[in-house]
T-cell receptor, first 114, second 111 residues
Framework: SAVISQKPSRDICQRGTSLTIQCQVDSQVTMMFWYRQQPGQSLTLIATANQGSEATYESGFVIDKFPISRPNLTFSTLTVSNMSPEDSSIYLC???????????FGEGSRLTVL | LAKTTQPISMDSYEGQEVNITCSHNNIATNDYITWYQQFPSQGPRFIIQGYKTKVTNEVASLFIPADRKSSTLSLPRVSLSDTAVYYCLVGDMRRDDKIIFGKGTRLHILP
């Protein structure tokens, strides 16, 4: 299993600003994933972050808007840049570990953009 | 990853057994079936995983027919605290580089 801590848990931001979300894992993991979940919706994968390499972004997500860092095997950050109200969402960090390849999630970071 | 289809929502009563079925017609030979549970304001939580026939753990059972084109998550004697969204995922989690969530089933348990 894995315990994942995300910061901030929630924030209210002004349009045009940027916010960086931190994800800390209690064990070393190869792959980390960033998801977005809009109210009442399912999870949408933003990108996959491997340590030591560039993140791989899903269709509809670009590095300029969602830059990701992965400096070591226990930590990652996701920045939401130049925010607009459409970016209001919950952002979730996840790692894949365990014998069954199951995902473990952080509690999420709830972002509100005014 | 194989696409999955689940009911959008279900209602049940406390003490009942709840069965949520997931269709995955394009499941591949190496794919596993995994279910997650998500409570409001929390990230999804792994419930159970199976490949064929039946798997049971302390939380749920997973029934998979021989053709593996569908699966059924069974929650015995549900309580109000089982109200959540349940996601069915199909893929080789040990090999795939990413995991994609479908729409899930919103289960509402009534007193």
């Amino acid at each position: 299993s894995a315990v994942i801590s995300q910061k901030p848990s929630r924030d209210i931001c002004q349009r045009g600003t940027s916010l960086t979300i931190q994800c800390q894992v209690d064990s070393q993991v190869t792959m980390m994933f960033w998801y977005r979940q809009q109210p009442g919706q399912s999870l949408t994968l933003i990108a996959t972050a491997n340590q030591g390499s560039e993140a791989t972004y899903e269709s509809g997500f670009v590095i300029d808007k969602f830059p990701i860092s992965r400096p070591n095997l226990t930590f990652s950050t996701l920045t939401v840049s130049n925010m607009s109200p459409e970016d209001s969402s919950i952002y979730l960090c996840s790692v894949e570990t365990g014998a069954a390849g199951e995902l473990f999630f952080g509690e999420g970071s709830r972002l509100t953009v005014l | 990853l194989a696409k999955t289809t689940q009911p959008i929502s279900m209602d049940s009563y406390e003490g009942q057994e709840v069965n949520i079925t997931c269709s995955h017609n394009n499941i591949a030979t190496n794919d596993y079936i995994t279910w997650y549970q998500q409570f409001p304001s929390q990230g999804p939580r792994f419930i159970i995983q199976g490949y064929k026939t039946k798997v049971t753990n302390e939380v749920a059972s997973l029934f998979i027919p021989a053709d593996r084109k569908s699966s059924t998550l069974s929650l015995p004697r549900v309580s109000l605290s089982d109200t959540a969204v349940y996601y069915c995922l199909v893929g080789d989690m040990r090999r795939d580089d990413k995991i994609i969530f479908g729409k899930g089933t919103r289960l509402h348990i009534l007193p």
